[in-house]
DNA sequence: TTTTGGATAATTGTATACAATAATGCAAGT
DNA sequence: ACTTGCATTATTGTATACAATTATCCAAAA
């Protein structure tokens, strides 16, 4: 399912998505099929297809003939993703390193350039898109389906996570900053550096989580 | 989505799954969903349910109002795919070293007896099985609900390959024998050499594949 | 021969009907 | 008051109907 699929059941899918980790639903409450198809002005047809999904991407367990309900997802979980995310995103840098090319190297610095003026404007939301676009030009650059495929679920989930982050005192700053260093590796096509820089940047996110406090994210 | 989930709907997402790893259905063939319902005996609704699945797994793209055609799996996604287990398995690994328990280290080492047995009669299916068993009570072992997932997907993925590999001259021995290394590290809990032993085990299945040819495996 | 238009067929998207299963509530018995 | 059993209701599972969209084919024109 691309991001730019604007098909009925696809924009069912992303809704009850964005609703869960919104926080929309409690841990283990029952998304019942009617509820939300009813909600939504669609049937149930779209809704069980979207729940199904959910389920592959581990936010709902279902239950054969009893229904679908939220999984919980604990600061560990969360810290557990970042740590998968530290290795896959070093690796996809390590990778871009040998194939990014001019023109998206010219694509990262103006990202970079474009969060500072918005950073400077506390204007988060666009903050938020920039660092989503930045590691998207990534997971293109490094030339691997596979891991594009992998690090874009990954970066869709913790999205929640990323929009709290990015609002703590000088974490967007410390963010694009290390952007800015992974930038530079990249240039010099030091895939090694690229690579350490990546994961140091996933790593610093749960630092400054832990800095700053969970309190505001969870109940768990 | 269990393994052992034996409702209509996970069933049909199982079998196309497997026919599509099995090779039964071309790169970019199209499938149609009342062709392979009538095939399964069932209407089209549990096989949209799966096919819907099955794109968010990567195993087929989904054009809105076109439908679905089976995404090709080329050598180089094979050897990404390693390289990203290389690492996840690694990380699993080093977390499991500290919260393995007795039961699971017995598990393992049985597992390590019983695969000598069958690999000495040739018996591949069930040196396959327990293949399985043993990286999925690693998988358990590393006490990450989110690292368990990812491990688990990656892992049927590959499932045809491994089947391959495993039935390349010597590769069985070789690969008990790390296993068995990889579960003395986990004895002593020593957290880094899990994690190596477990990394140069997938890798070592790259190098294996490079050696006796990927020929009677893919097209491209 | 090649191309184009449009009718026809095939296929997907969604809603709904019905069957199977599970949850609920309430009355009867202890 | 507290179970137990059964009828009722609610919910999910699957099939089917119909609408919307796309693919196919063939005749007519260039």
Redesign the interface.
């Known amino acids: ?1 691309s991001e730019d ?3 009925l ?2 924009r069912v899918f992303h809704k009850i998505r964005e609703d869960i980790l919104a926080g929309k639903y409690k841990t283990d409450e029952t998304l019942k099929e009617k509820t939300i198809g009813d909600e939504l002005g669609v049937s149930r ?1 779209p809704v ?2 979207a729940l ?2 959910l ?4 936010l709902v367990t ?1 239950i ?2 009893k229904g679908a309900s939220v999984v919980g997802i604990s600061k ?2 969360i810290k ?2 970042y ?2 995310r530290a ?2 995103e ?2 996809c840098a390590k990778w871009s390193a040998d194939h990014i090319t001019a023109e998206q190297i010219t694509e990262l610095e103006e990202n970079i350039f474009l969060v500072d003026f918005h950073a400077e404007k506390k204007n988060y939301t666009q903050v938020l898109e920039l660092d989503n676009k930045f590691h998207e030009i990534l997971y293109e650059a490094c030339n ?4 594009k ?2 690090l874009s679920a990954f970066h869709h989930y913790v999205e929640r996570v990323r929009k709290i982050t990015l609002s703590m005192p000088d974490r967007v700053e410390k963010s694009n900053e290390e952007h800015r260093l992974i930038v530079d590796a990249l240039k010099k096509h030091d895939a090694l550096e690229a690579e350490r820089l990546a994961t140091s940047h996933m790593l610093n996110t749960i630092s400054n989580m832990d800095k700053f406090g969970w309190d505001n994210l969870l109940e768990n």
């Open positions: 399912m699929n604007y098909s059941s696809g047809t069980r297809e199904r999904q389920e592959l991407e581990g279902i054969p003939n560990q979980d557990d993703i740590e998968i290795r896959l070093g690796l691997s389906k596979m891991l495929h992998e």
